[in-house]
């Protein structure tokens, strides 16, 4: 393993030494502008730099040397990613800031006010818009939040870095994941019920570390070893109290005792928003991502007075989906992701077991028809509409990706888990 890392490295030495000068002169897609003023960005804490943002608006030319008019100011940037720390083009967590470090909240590139946003580094993603359909998919479906998306091109510290899809991190927000906030007195009561947002997904550091902050009391395969690892995201782990953890960790544990047990079809949907799990499977499977349910996972809880049901999603990380991977049956075109754990069951991370019980129930499975049939026979998810959302970031990005693949020249190159190498 370690010699092909140092290969990996390697290589990646050779592409980034070998790659033509590009120089952005201009773009009908929003420059993104970093200067760290010479700090070195890490994989944390965030480094104090500036960022500037030129967007003139749809179909209008920005140029680098035009004033900075949709963000001028100081922010926080550090390195984000687990697999995708391996490549050369990274990708970033940004925090907007005032000079003294405390939190700035600014509305860019039409998204709502916020402080936290994520720039997300297409790679091995060579169509460089996996991620953003996936939302633009999700956000169609219209019955919980998913990340809103734009492309953006990269100057930092004078070097072009590329196509970035710029999109907002997944918080506790009345425009993203709009539960109550739970405050450090909330301990007892309703209050204590809510909101919270946990998190499947790798454990770290070190990166690729398989852990979390409390663990499934059930293996996820029977005769197997993994269970599922729940990782704290809102609040973070060191904002909550004692007792705020106690009745988390106690609410997953009483609903998967409820998954496990012989008469759940008879209980989840007191226990679970099903509308929003019927259309997180649904953009899981539409769009074949192998890290589905396993991986990136989120999932929240409001106050028990506002419904306080287990409510599935957002959605996030499908740059190995549509076909990318070449493994465990990713890049083909039949086949369930759900199964995962049939066709991989000895991978490390695996899909929860709730998933299958679900599969198990006829009435979810009639829910899922209905729901399948009334997206695709509508405008929401009609061919037409599929399509032209990809046929709309193909023209949104035929130009750009040009510069990007100058910058970054991939095409005809392995990349991992790339199924399929063109030229």
């Not at 028809?369 to 032209?388: C, G, I, N, Q, Y």
Request: some cysteine; hydrophobic content about 35%.
């Amino acid at each position: 393993m370690q010699k092909k890392l140092t290969l990996l490295v390697f290589f990646w030495a050779l592409v980034v030494t070998l790659s033509p000068a590009q120089t952005l002169q201009q773009s009908h897609l929003p420059l993104v502008v970093i200067n760290t003023q010479g700090r070195t960005i890490q994989d944390g804490p965030k480094v104090m730099a500036r960022m500037g943002i030129v967007d003139h608006g749809s179909g209008q030319i920005n140029r680098p040397g035009d004033p900075f008019n949709a963000y001028d100011g100081w922010i926080g940037i550090e390195y984000r990613g687990s697999s995708s720390s391996m490549y050369p083009k990274r990708a970033y967590s940004i925090e907007l800031r005032h000079p003294d470090s405390t939190d700035r909240t600014e509305s860019l590139l039409g998204m709502p006010e916020e402080s936290d946003w994520v720039m997300i580094a297409p790679l091995n993603d060579k169509t460089l818009m996996r991620d953003a359909l996936a939302c633009l998919f999700a956000r169609a479906l219209g019955s919980t939040y998913a990340p809103r998306v734009r492309h953006c091109e990269v100057m930092l510290n004078g070097t072009y870095q590329g196509v970035y899809l710029f999109m907002e991190k997944i918080k506790r927000n009345k425009n993203r994941v709009a539960i109550t906030k739970l405050d450090p007195d909330d301990t007892e009561g309703d209050e204590l019920t809510g909101g919270y947002i946990l998190r499947i997904d790798k454990y770290g550091p070190p990166p690729g570390q398989i852990g979390g902050h409390f663990q499934s009391q059930y293996t996820n395969i029977p005769g197997g070893w993994q269970r599922t690892w729940f990782q704290y995201h809102y609040p973070e782990e060191e904002d909550l109290q004692p007792a705020q953890k106690s009745y988390i960790r106690q609410y997953i544990r009483s609903f998967e005792d409820m998954m496990y047990g012989p008469s759940f079809a008879q209980k989840y949907a007191d226990w679970i928003d099903v509308d929003s799990w019927t259309d997180y499977l649904l953009v899981q499977e539409l769009t074949k991502n192998t890290d589905a349910y396993r991986l990136s996972t989120y999932f929240y809880k409001d106050r028990d007075s506002k419904g306080g049901k287990l409510v599935m999603g957002p959605v996030w990380d499908f740059n190995i989906a549509f076909g990318m991977a070449n493994y465990c049956a990713g890049e083909q075109h039949v086949g369930w992701i759900k199964d995962f754990n049939l066709v991989c069951p000895s991978d490390g991370w695996v899909v929860p077991f709730w998933w299958d019980k679900l599969w198990q129930d006829a009435a979810f499975r009639r829910h899922l028809v209905a729901r399948w049939r009334t997206v695709r026979s509508t405008p929401v998810w009609s061919d037409k509409r599929l399509f032209s959302m990809i046929d709309s970031l193909t023209n949104l990005l035929r130009e750009p990706q040009q510069r990007n693949f100058q910058r970054w020249p991939v095409m005809g190159i392995y990349v991992w888990p790339n199924a399929y190498i063109g030229p």
